[in-house]
């Protein structure tokens, strides 16, 4: 069956890895890039400024009083905002399931990604970074432009602090380079796995006996009320 020659390739690969892990995105859409969402974007570097300092500001009592610029950011990306941050998942399920989640015409894919292979081509250092061993920050990155990332893209692990980077047991990779498809910039880093129409059913049996759903993803009562609808409707 094509879902067990996909799973099976998977899971070889993940034990191959051991300890040192892959990650995985999944795509709707097996042609679009792996670029982050504001390279789809054509906002200047000023209007980037001013997204950056209105959800800080407008936010209010719904963030934190004095929370670090990554954390901002990655709550940022989480609401729905374009930031340099893609997603990425150390769970093959999670990914499957946003690559399935919102079925159309497209062919949808899981995008897998060697974060070591990452640094090791981009930034000549193959360690995995915490987002707290980048010299700088979010702000004086991106938004500030006081310091430099070490490489055109960083694959780096967050704090989880925020419960769907938590639940989503998500990773970013951080892009300088925003405009550049990854697979162009470090093609040997990453792989990507399409996922046949005829495919599509045991996959979804498999992240049904996985138990991943929206409210598993997503822990609020938006991801509730969205699995809720699913189950009886």
């Known amino acids: 069956m094509v879902w067990n020659k996909i799973y099976e390739e998977v899971a070889a690969l993940v034990e191959d890895a051991g300890p040192f892990g892959l990650l995985f995105r999944g795509h709707r859409d097996a042609e679009w890039k792996l670029i982050p969402g504001i390279g789809r974007t054509r906002v200047s570097h000023s209007t980037e400024k001013s997204i950056y300092f209105d959800y800080q500001t407008m ?49 949808p894919c899981v995008w897998m990604l060697d974060p070591y292979e990452l640094n090791r081509e981009l930034s000549q250092d193959p360690a995995l970074f915490t987002m707290k061993d980048i010299i700088g920050d979010y702000q004086t990155i991106f938004i500030d432009r006081d310091k430099k990332l070490s490489g055109s893209v960083v694959a780096a692990a967050p704090g989880r602090h925020h419960p769907r980077a938590f639940s989503q047991k998500s990773h970013f990779t951080i892009h300088m380079d925003s405009r550049t498809s990854l697979d162009e910039l470090a093609p040997k880093a990453v792989r990507k796995f399409l996922i046949p129409r005829r495919a599509i059913a045991d996959a979804r049996r498999f992240l049904l006996i996985a138990g991943v759903n929206e409210y598993s993803l997503f822990p609020d009562l938006d991801g509730l009320a969205r699995e809720i609808r699913r189950i009886h409707f």
């Open 59 to 107: 936010a209010g009592p719904l963030l934190s009083e004095g929370i670090n610029p990554w954390s901002l950011a990655i709550s940022m990306q989480h609401h729905g905002i374009p930031t340099r941050l893609l997603d990425w998942t150390d769970s093959f399920a999670v990914a499957l399931y946003f690559a399935l989640r919102d079925e159309g015409r497209e062919v």
